[in-house]
């Protein structure tokens, strides 16, 4: 009897040995498009896009930007290539200009453009300066990218620049910018572009006397609704002022794009403090 018993229990785990591998085998290898991408593989961002200006300066204009695939800087480019809303102002970037590399490292950006950025009408005299940092400017706005080390067709940009000014490494240039303050419903889009960015750090620091606030219990708390927000887009904000606060509506929506329809995702508040001559501070805990 006991001898049976064995034989039953070596059978039984032959046949569940078998099975396992039937199922292994018949797993299917997903390869190249059906890879499953990171999430989100399309999102809006709001940043602030240069321009040349007649007085010589760039003018910054608030774009939605629409990424592709994670692929910021160039839609950051498509949108240098779009002609500006704001007036006495015109595009710095040719049309035909392409990305053919950009690589992060450390916050430093590799890009790699082809020869029609240097072959435009504004990369002549004094424009390069503008038609340069209308680029690295739109770029170099996110916290995450410091730097540039522009190359045009594989060859260093000072090759075209003609000027001792230039520099392999480009940061932002405030000198060169008619820089405006922000509005108020531009800081809380600057806001909540940080915690989409997941730089729940930097956002931390435009709270109203941050110093005070637990910084953990902030991060934490703006970690999970990253996860509740982030199927949904902004709409257009607006603000109204009680007293020394401004009270920022932010609508959002969400996008089905199985069935092609916008749905209402609702609104939220958020309020401000007058933080100096023209400029806010969000106000932490939050009174909604």
Known sequence: MKQIKIIIIGLIITLLITFAFDQINDQEIVIGEKEIQPYPSTFTLEASIY?????????????????????????????????PSLP?????????????????????????????????????????????????????????????????EGENIEKYARDDNFYTDLTYNDAVTNRQSDSPEQVVLKFLNLISLRRFDLAYEMLEDYQLVDREAFISEMATYYQAKKSYEISRPFSRRNGSV???????????????????????????????????????PRGN
Do not use: H
């Open 246 to 284: 401004i009270n920022v509506t932010v609508p959002y929506q969400f996008y089905d794009k199985i069935r092609n329809i916008t749905y209402d995702g609702g609104s939220e508040i958020w309020q401000l403090r007058e933080a100096g001559k023209e400029n806010y501070r969000i106000i932490w």
């Open 51 to 83: 321009y040349i200006g007649d007085e010589g300066l760039l003018e910054p204009e608030n774009k939605t930007l629409i990424v592709q695939n994670n692929r910021l800087v160039e839609a950051i480019v498509e949108a240098l290539k779009q002609q």
């Open 88 to 152: 006495n102002c015109q595009s710095a970037m040719a049309e035909d200009v392409r990305v053919l590399s950009a690589k992060m490292v450390n916050n430093k950006l590799y890009l790699n453009l082809n020869r029609a950025f240097v072959r435009s009408e504004n990369w002549t005299g004094d424009q390069r300066v503008l038609t340069l940092y209308a680029l690295v400017n739109s770029i170099t706005q996110f916290d995450t990218i410091d730097r540039v080390q522009l190359r045009v």
